[in-house]
């Protein structure tokens, strides 16, 4: 007798987006001049790497390796 292999549901993880306050940006820009690793300053603001490149590119200011 063949058993079927039960199936998984995996959940699928929902994204939840944060948007950057006032006061995320002001930081953001402070790191910026002190030139913070990228690393550093994800892990205060609690968010990823990426958003932090991401949203540098739109305001103009430069992070890590993009100096």
């Given at each position: 007798?063949?058993?079927?292999?039960?199936?998984?549901?995996?959940?699928?993880?929902?994204?939840?987006?944060?948007?950057?306050?006032?006061?995320?940006?002001?930081?953001?820009?402070a790191?910026?001049?002190?030139?913070?690793?990228?690393?550093?300053?994800?892990?205060?603001?609690?968010?990823?790497?990426?958003?932090?490149?991401?949203?540098?590119?739109?305001?103009g200011?430069?992070?890590?390796?993009?100096?």
């Open positions: 007798m063949a058993k079927k292999a039960a199936k998984k549901k995996t959940a699928k993880k929902r994204l939840i987006r944060h948007p950057f306050t006032k006061e995320d940006v002001k930081t953001l820009k790191h910026s001049k002190a030139r913070t690793p990228v690393a550093k300053i994800a892990k205060e603001l609690k968010r990823t790497e990426g958003s932090l490149r991401q949203k540098a590119i739109k305001l200011i430069g992070l890590g390796h993009q100096r």
